[in-house]
């Protein structure tokens, strides 16, 4: 079984996609952590954001056993992700990686910003992860001190709209939620209450799937 879980930046879905993993006995793959691993190493060396040629050979060359490095979380490299993640050869070069993590038995649960739309047209289930931007910028800003960073919060929203513009207008893979994806407003949702919202989603159409 194979279930994706799109939506824009501090929505939850990265949680959700964890917790539910460990529900169904499923592999987990935060597909933006591929796109922060690429900013983080350019940012590190030097490398302008916008350079498609040396970011798409970064791509290619990425090492799996960074993707826990901590740095990867911070708010500076998660704005470069979203500027890396819209150019067309990057996206193009980890396609491939993405497709066949989920595609490996037992199955995978990966969340990001295309994977029903692009990654996993053909997944079972599809969840789009939305909240109101300012509740995103208040988890984002907690989440931000608590690992001891200053964290503006009227800051943290300006980039949070400035990063759903670019991801909902990039001219690759846009963020947008697929036909088929059920829609679930995780805004006044805590943590437990998400994901008990999201396996009542899988659950639903595994039913629906085995009346047919």
Excluded: W
Aim: aromatic share 4%.
């Amino acid at each position: 079984m194979i279930i994706a879980i799109d939506g824009p930046a501090a929505s939850g879905k990265g949680t959700m996609a964890k917790r539910l993993a460990a529900h169904y006995g499923l592999r987990h793959l935060d597909t933006g952590v591929i796109y922060r691993a690429v900013a983080h190493a350019m940012l590190a060396a030097g490398i302008d954001l916008k350079d498609e040629a040396r970011a798409a050979e970064v791509a290619m060359t990425l090492d799996p056993s960074t993707f826990d490095n901590p740095a990867l979380r911070s708010h500076d490299v998660g704005s470069a992700a979203s500027v890396v993640s819209a150019l067309p050869r990057v996206r193009e070069a980890l396609v491939a990686f993405q497709r066949q993590f989920a595609s490996a038995p037992p199955g995978a649960v990966l969340d990001g910003r295309d994977i029903g739309t692009v990654i996993c047209p053909d997944a079972e289930v599809k969840i789009y992860v939305v909240a109101d931007p300012r509740i995103r910028a208040h988890r984002r800003t907690l989440e931000a001190r608590s690992r001891g960073e200053p964290a503006d919060e009227a800051a943290i929203l300006a980039d949070i709209l400035a990063r759903d513009e670019r991801d909902q207008n990039r001219a690759v893979a846009p963020l947008k939620q697929a036909p088929d994806a059920y829609l679930l407003d995780n805004s006044h949702l805590d943590i437990e209450g998400g994901v008990r919202a999201a396996i009542d989603i899988v659950e639903a159409v595994r039913a629906g799937r085995q009346r047919v």
